[in-house]
DNA sequence: GTGATTCTGGATATCTAGTGTCTAGAAATC
DNA sequence: GATTTCTAGACACTAGATATCCAGAATCAC
């Protein structure tokens, strides 16, 4: 899974806490980024419908929905895309009595096994959104929307 | 999620319908894969306790345990490694109000959700055996396994 | 309108991990 | 002793992730 997840996460846990637009530059200061390549996941993220973005100054990128409404599997699926962990080469198909007209993504027990389990991974995922995670976030350090408006307006 | 896993879990199915030990060039006439490739997956899985190799003429590699006592994290962990797919850079250091002796892949949350979510996936796999997949194989082809035998013997 | 700020998209460079080959050597068989 | 096969390491190639840069468009402040 690439860095850029990570990023992701938490550039959306900072924006939930934040209701005017923020640019790139802010925050990826905010947690020492690169600011040019932050800038081109957030514009993924933009492109995934989680974000928008508005240009100019006072301008940045906003989350486009309420945080209950994304999940950590629309972040990921954004960032990494739409493709499975384990890809299904259907190498299959080059075995002893096996036909050509079978499509081994679906009836390879391996590739079922393997999809079973990453369906696992993904409701999990699906079942938590950034508005949960704020709440955890929140419960175990209630200073931290506080702390993240404070350093925002201070690199602002 | 590398390409050797598939081979690696084709391969331990295949081994688990043969008794004598199978060298690399046969598993990789098998499926058209690249000899000296596998070869190195093979090792691997004999590192990991998964296969038992011998040397010399008639040698190869040997499932090293009953195919009950294999599961497919076993084999997912031998080639991928153990290293979780979400890895957590600890961002959260760089962060206002943040202090250097915290472990954030123990403490952030978004660490502790995204663990959570590849514990469910583990599970799944850990759950699920090479038996369990043969007898999923064999039940929709139960020629399978006379398939394999009669290949692998011809290849010999 | 002019200039400054910021996003957008594309081109490009670099680094890393995955993929693949090759060879010398060790182990086992015949 | 000759052959087969695994082992281990060196090496090359590729694809994807990481990162930078720039020209252009949108927006805002003045």
Known sequence: MSRGVEWALHACLNLSWLDDPVPTGTLAAFYELPSAYLNKQLQTLVRAG??????GPRGGFRLARAPEAVSLLDIVVA???PEELFRCDQILSKGPG???????????????????????????????????????????HPEAPANTRARIAELR
Chains 1, 2 share one sequence.
């Open 50 to 55: 989680i974000l928008t973005s508005t240009s």
């Open 79 to 81: 960032i990494e895309g």
């Open 98 to 140: 096996e036909h050509a007209g079978v499509d081994y993504r679906q009836s390879c027990a391996f590739a079922r096994a393997m999809r079973d389990a990453e369906l696992a991974w993904r409701r999990e995922l699906a079942g938590k959104s950034v508005a949960d995670v704020r709440a955890d976030v929140e419960h175990g």
